[in-house]
C-alpha cells in the first residue's frame, strides 16, 4: 500500500524523540546486505598530498581512493526492492569505492524511529526512506533542528547519462509538486504516481459499458448502468478514507475552480491555507456529489471495514467495476490478477462540457533523507546516488519492477520505454492521450502548526465513509472543519 501521510507538523525534536522512543521497540530484525567491517574513512591520500585529475572522478571531482560506505534504510513496500538493488549495483561499478550497508524492511519506520530517538549520529543512517515514525511533524521537527540535509540542488546536478541536461531540464512535470518542508525539498523524488479510477477494460467491453465519460452526467449515467448490473460501482478501503480523496479529492476541486472561473483564487486559497477552503463553493459541491453517490449506493455496503487489499479484490474479482487507487495497484496484487484482466483507467469529470480539462492528482513519490551530522564526503556521494536513480537504466527498472511512472520527460517520449511500463501505468498515459487533463498536487506553500489544522483534516476524512454511505449530508461537518482551520490561521498569526 502506497499512502500519503499527512500530519499536523508541530511536534518539538524533544517530543518526537520521546514518542518514538516509547513505540519504536517492535522486535523487526534488521535486514542486511553488502556489510562491510569499515565505516567511512580509509583514505587514500595522505595529508598534504596533492589530488591530481586522475585521483578524482571527472564526473564529479570526488577521490577515487577514499573509501566511503553509506548506511541505507531501504522501504520495502509495494515497489519491492529489486530496482534499487540494480541502481547500487550499477553505482558501485561505477565508482567502486564507495559501498552499501542497507538495511530493507516494511517497517523500515519503526527501524528509522529508533535510530533517530538514540540521537547517535555515527550509527544513524546516512540515507533513510521517507517513511518515518511521526511522517510530516517529525520530518518538520528534524528540518527545523537541522537534522537533515536540504536537497534542492540536486536540480542543477547534471544528469550521469545526459551531461548536457540538469535534472531540473530532464524532469516530467514534477519540480513544482516535490514535497517541500520550510520551503526546501528534503527527499529528491524518483518517481511520481497518478490517481484514479481503475477497471478491468474486459469487463466494460462486455457489457458495452462507456469506459471514457466526458462529463459529470455521463459518468452519473456509468454508475446506474454498473449498479443496475448488480455490481458495486465504486470500491475504495474504508479503513483508510483518503483512497477516496485519489479520485474524489484536490484535483477534483481544482477541476471545478476552473469551470467556475475561480482557479487562481482556489489555488491560492488552497497552498497558503487560507480561507474559506472546507466550506468553498468546490468543496460543498465535490462533497455534496459523493453523498448522492453514497445514496445511489455507488459505494460497497461495509466499507468502512475494507481494507486496501480487499477493495482491490473487489475490483480483480469482479465484484466492483471501479477501484479508487493508484497506478501501483497493479504490482502491489501482481500476485492476484486473474488471468485476461486488462487495466483501464479514467477520471470522474466534474463538469459538463465534454472539451472541459479533467484534472488528476499527481504525486513527486519516493524521495530519502540525508543525516546531516554525517562527514561532508559521505553527504556528497549520497546525493550523488539519489542524482544516479534518475538514469534512464535506473528508471526503467523502476518502471518494470515497482510498476510506477517515471520522472524522465524523455523516457516518458520514447515509445519504446514507454512499453516497458507495467499496464496499468501504460492505461493511464492512454487516457491523456484520449482527453484534456491536467495534473496537480496537495503540495501546499505553508505550514499551519496549531493542532485545530490537523483536527479539521482529520474531522473531514473520518466523515467520508459515512457520506460515502449515504448516511451523513456532509455541509455541517464541513463548517465545523472550517471554523477549526480558521483558529489554526489565527494562532500561526
Not at 385 to 410: C, H, M, T, Y
Amino acid at each position: 500500500m502506497k499512502r500519503k501521510g499527512k500530519g499536523v507538523w508541530a511536534l518539538t525534536v524533544l517530543c518526537m524523540v520521546t514518542v518514538i522512543s516509547l513505540t519504536a521497540c517492535s522486535g523487526n530484525k534488521e535486514n542486511t546486505a553488502d556489510k562491510p567491517s569499515a565505516t567511512n574513512t580509509d583514505k587514500g591520500t595522505g595529508a598534504g598530498e596533492k589530488t591530481t585529475e586522475s585521483d578524482v572522478y571527472p564526473e564529479n571531482g570526488l577521490p577515487k581512493n577514499e573509501k566511503v560506505t553509506l548506511k541505507f534504510a531501504y522501504w520495502e513496500n509495494a515497489n519491492g526492492r529489486e530496482w534499487i538493488d540494480y541502481a547500487m549495483d550499477t553505482f558501485k561499478k561505477k565508482f567502486p569505492n564507495v559501498s552499501f550497508e542497507t538495511t530493507y524492511s516494511p517497517k523500515i519506520d519503526t527501524i528509522i524511529g529508533t535510530k533517530i530517538a538514540a540521537n547517535n549520529d555515527d550509527d544513524m543512517f546516512d540515507i533513510f526512506a521517507n517513511f518515518v515514525t511521526g511522517g510530516p511533524s517529525t520530518i518538520l521537527s528534524l528540518a527545523e533542528a537541522g537534522k537533515i540535509e536540504p536537497q534542492d540542488d540536486l536540480w542543477a546536478h547534471k544528469a550521469f547519462d545526459n551531461e548536457g541536461k540538469t535534472l531540473k531540464e530532464l524532469q516530467s512535470g514534477i519540480y513544482e509538486g516535490a514535497p517541500k518542508v520550510l520551503g526546501k525539498v528534503y527527499a529528491f523524488p524518483f518517481g511520481q504516481s497518478v490517481s484514479g479510477l481503475f477497471y478491468n477494460k474486459v469487463l466494460f467491453e462486455k457489457n458495452g459499458w462507456n469506459e471514457n465519460p466526458k462529463t459529470w452526467g455521463e459518468f452519473n449515467d456509468l454508475v446506474d448502468k454498473i449498479k443496475a448490473s448488480g455490481l458495486i460501482p465504486i470500491t475504495y478501503p474504508g479503513k483508510y478514507p483518503v483512497y477516496l480523496s485519489f479520485s474524489f479529492g484536490i484535483a477534483q476541486q481544482y477541476e471545478m475552480a476552473e469551470i467556475n472561473g475561480s482557479l487562481d483564487a482556489f489555488d491560492d486559497t488552497y497552498r497558503n491555507y487560507k480561507t474559506p477552503f472546507y466550506t468553498s463553493p468546490e468543496s460543498l459541491e465535490l462533497y455534496k456529489r459523493i453523498y448522492e453517490l453514497g445514496k445511489k449506493k455507488a459505494f460497497p455496503n461495509g466499507v468502512a471495514a475494507l481494507t486496501h487489499t480487499q477493495s482491490q479484490m473487489q475490483l480483480l474479482q469482479g465484484q466492483a467495476a471501479l477501484a479508487s487507487t493508484g497506478e501501483w495497484v497493479q504490482n502491489e496484487m501482481k500476485d492476484s490478477i486473474p488471468d485476461g484482466f486488462k487495466w483501464g483507467f479514467m477520471l470522474a469529470p466534474m463538469g459538463d462540457n465534454p472539451e472541459s480539462t479533467k484534472y488528476y492528482q499527481s504525486y513527486a513519490s519516493g524521495g530519502h533523507y540525508i543525516w546531516a551530522a554525517k562527514p561532508e564526503i559521505n553527504k556528497k556521494w549520497a546525493k550523488e546516488f539519489l542524482a544516479w536513480i534518475w538514469n534512464l537504466d535506473v528508471q526503467q527498472r523502476f518502471a518494470e519492477k515497482a510498476g510506477s511512472l517515471p520522472v524522465r520527460s524523455d523516457f516518458m517520449n520514447d515509445p519504446a520505454l514507454i512499453d516497458k511500463l507495467q499496464d496499468a501505468p501504460k492505461a493511464i498515459l492512454n487516457y491523456w492521450k484520449n482527453n484534456k487533463v491536467k495534473g496537480t498536487t496537495d503540495s501546499r506553500n505553508v505550514t499551519l502548526t496549531d493542532p485545530n489544522a490537523e483536527k479539521a483534516r482529520k474531522s473531514v476524512e473520518e466523515m467520508l465513509n459515512d457520506v460515502a454511505s449515504g448516511k451523513l449530508d456532509p455541509a455541517p461537518k464541513l463548517q465545523e472543519a472550517e471554523d477549526m482551520l480558521n483558529k489554526a490561521i489565527a494562532a500561526q498569526k
